[in-house]
């Protein structure tokens, strides 16, 4: 099962020579990388991103910034893999991430998405990590409220609300 991994990147190319290295140390072997330069100025250097990647490479230019979510769709319409992951420029692959995607959705036939955790650092850290434990308590909510709808009937989940 092959993963496509799109990074994003604009004007950061030491940041992304890091996490294309996260993504070339993967120990999970059957991967892509697309790598989308979103106008960065000066360019980035698409031989540099070529000797890193070889054939497991994709490189596009954007001629001007078109923001984050274009270069993004821009990489996810070059993903040729069955899984695709984005990575932004300044994050890292934690050794056998890739691994590990891959034998989620290996083991679980019938998974659509995962939800990959990340440890922000740095001097804004704390904002992303409350955000992040908001957003999973209101997942782990939205689920329990799916399941018990589907096991007592959905007249019972005004009772779950006002219980919660």
């Given amino acids: 099962m092959k993963i496509s991994v799109v ?10 020579q890091e996490a294309i290295n996260s993504v070339v140390s993967q120990s999970y072997a059957n991967w892509e990388l697309i790598v989308v330069d979103d106008g960065s100025n ?3 250097s698409m031989s540099e991103v070529k000797t890193l990647l070889g054939n497991k490479g994709v490189f596009l ?13 821009a990489g996810l319409k070059k993903a040729t893999g069955e899984i695709i992951t984005i990575l932004d420029d300044d994050d890292l692959l934690a050794e056998g991430s890739l691994e590990e995607i891959h034998n989620a959705f290996a083991e679980h036939a019938n998974l659509d998405c995962l939800f990959l955790g990340v440890d922000p650092f740095g001097p804004y ?6 955000n992040r ?3 999973m308590k209101k997942m782990v909510l ?3 409220h799916c399941d018990f709808l589907l096991a007592a009937g959905q007249s019972s989940f005004s009772k779950i609300s006002k219980a919660l």
């Fill in 142 to 144: 939205h689920q329990f």
């Fill in 42 to 44: 000066p360019p980035l």
């Fill in 133 to 135: 434990a908001k957003a």
């Fill in 61 to 73: 230019r954007h001629d001007s910034s078109r923001g984050v979510a274009r270069a993004k769709n």
């Fill in 125 to 130: 850290a704390k904002n992303p990590a409350v």
């Fill in 7 to 16: 990074i994003p990147a604009y004007n950061r190319p030491s940041l992304l």
